[in-house]
């Protein structure tokens, strides 16, 4: 394949520079040296890059829209990440906004495996929000994160994760804490009658997280959670490729630091690259992200986009019960909410508080 | 082991907020929940960040040590980076500076291998500044390739690279443009009776990157060049660890847009995880760092640091012949200069630019 992907920019720079910046950006993007050095024809109709549009956003501040011939970034993640933002990430200036891929890239890569309907049929929950909390915090030892996760099941949580910190450290090794989950989840599961998903955190090299991942198929989990800038793109997507029939979720662990809009990154790369759920900050937690920052993220993982299922978005980040009808508003019920460390403050009264979160949710339809 | 990892952050703020937002972050970056759910005695002893200092470096900014749990990120380096700047890269006014991790890191990742005396030897060059270019633009094929290396070579060049944009695309299949490439330089050495180095660029998921390995081991080269924020910290350190006998080097593609100090990820932590050499944009050129942000990546890349072989500073990004006595006044010989586009520039005068290149290095000293 030869088509164009078209990237956007946004660049801060003077009126009168910013036609050359723009020239600038489609060189470092794609052939990466003088024009003087690239003496096929070939390569400067085919290979450069191309500024398709400048355009003013602001005060010194444009728009810029740059096409990359495919060719020079395979369906391989870390490739296309390289070719999208790789150089010019050091440029101080210019940020990553958005990509258009030809079609043959969201058919390469395939997205989400369940998306939206198959967690939700995996639940059996066809309608309402959907909820989620975290083991944490770091340091218990595998039965206590094993009694967390049991006491916030019977509260009718629908999907319990590690917290991202949780990875293979001495006092809580994978391999002991997944199974104690897992147990105590199954004995919750059976007997409240309903099912409690349980995501243990994968990571490490390639080699880590498929040694975990014979855990996770051997204890016959329903999920995983990854951090996708923290593992690697391409791992990322091969774990999510070969993990089948496993919900995965993407964790915006260091994606933080890009300079790239967060909708474009956690919601329609992460999406494509295989996220069935992408977990980021809500705005008004600990986190700065503008309300609509969230708007587009949860927009960029569920809009209709080739044939890719739908990703589901879950706000985290500093979430009470008081703010669930606000979030609700603002998400709809598409939605699952991710609150950690409010209930987990509850103490022994943990059950009590997750049941709290579980029926205010619920309150707002099944 | 269970010792203290010393993290210092940039933090903006108001000279009032600076305590709570110390403490909040020494929370996020450890047991990330509120206090109130860290019932055990032992991890708040233990596991809790602890604020070690907070010290004003300027209007409404401060630089704020924190001290981690080594328990809590174990020598694995997808798990330390996850702990060091994990959600906190999420906080727009937080900056990672630095890091001092216990004498077990070094240990436990080894560093480099060759470093700048192993690099020296392979190439019998004891003393003076090295010399290095690049192959490109992306979209030739594999013979060009190769004769541009031929060319560059009879100049006598030390090292030459894939540019990070030459991956495994089909205009320039990995298998076949390796082999290619390095013929090419076989026959140069041998006519010009030295070495010169060939690193093709090895990317892509772990998987990928072995089977890459494979062939830079059957073809018998000495280097490769790896992007360890795209491809993963834990999947460049297994690479580095498992390339025996391979010159490893780092490129900064995608490291850019962290807000992490440059010294500290491409010198330091690179370094840390096995880089040999260090690739990174000299001030002046077409990126934007400091000079103050240059010499403080190389010391960190070559200064004694536990028992870590020093790692060679590669300064390139738009670097020309005229400017060489004002680099080697700036980093001393223990550096390696990268010229690669304004010596390709030369077209059909590659050899004789090459040429003026190294003699230009080698009239400051052997």
Request: proline share 7%; with cysteine; charged share 20%.
């Amino acid at each position: 394949m030869n088509e164009r992907i078209v990237v956007t920019y946004q660049v801060a720079a003077a009126p009168a520079e910013i036609a050359a910046r723009a020239e600038a950006l489609a060189i470092e993007q794609s052939v990466e040296c003088p024009l003087a050095a690239v003496t096929e024809q070939r390569i400067r109709d085919e290979i450069l890059g191309r500024v398709e549009a400048i355009e003013p956003i602001g005060e010194a501040r444009f728009a810029v829209r740059i096409s990359l011939a495919s060719a020079t970034a395979p369906a391989e993640p870390g490739q296309l990440i390289n070719m999208l933002f790789g150089n010019s990430s050091i440029l101080p200036d210019v940020t990553l906004a958005d990509v258009e891929l030809p079609p043959g890239y969201p058919a390469a890569f395939g997205g989400p495996k369940f998306g939206i309907g198959g967690i939700r049929a995996r639940l059996g929950v066809p309608r309402r929000a959907l909820t989620a909390s975290a083991l944490k915090p770091q340091g218990l030892p595998p039965e206590a994160l094993a009694s967390l996760a049991h006491r916030l099941a019977l509260g009718g949580i629908d999907l319990i994760k590690d917290d991202h910190g949780i990875a293979d450290q001495a006092f809580s090794p994978f391999a002991a804490r997944v199974p104690a989950v897992a147990a105590a989840l199954r004995q919750a599961s059976d007997s409240r009658g309903a099912t409690t998903l349980y995501a243990p955190h994968v990571s490490g090299s390639l080699d880590d997280m498929r040694r975990q991942l014979d855990i996770v198929r051997r204890e016959e989990l329903p999920a995983v959670m990854l951090m996708p800038m923290v593992v690697g793109l391409a791992n990322f997507h091969l774990v999510a490729k070969e993990a089948a029939g496993l919900i995965v979720l993407a964790h915006p662990s260091l994606a933080g630091a890009q300079r790239i809009a967060p909708d474009l990154l956690l919601g329609k790369l992460f999406r494509l690259l295989g996220a069935d759920a992408t977990i980021f900050p809500h705005h008004g937690g600990r986190f700065a992200y503008a309300p609509g920052t969230c708007r587009a993220l949860a927009e960029a993982a569920r809009r209709d986009r080739h044939d890719l299922k739908p990703c589901l978005p879950v706000p985290a980040g500093g979430i009470a019960i008081d703010r669930i009808a606000a979030l609700l508003a603002f998400y709809g019920s598409d939605v699952m909410l991710l609150i950690g460390g409010s209930l987990l403050a509850a103490g022994e009264h943990l059950t009590e508080q997750a049941a709290r979160f579980t029926a205010e949710v619920a309150s707002h339809g099944q």
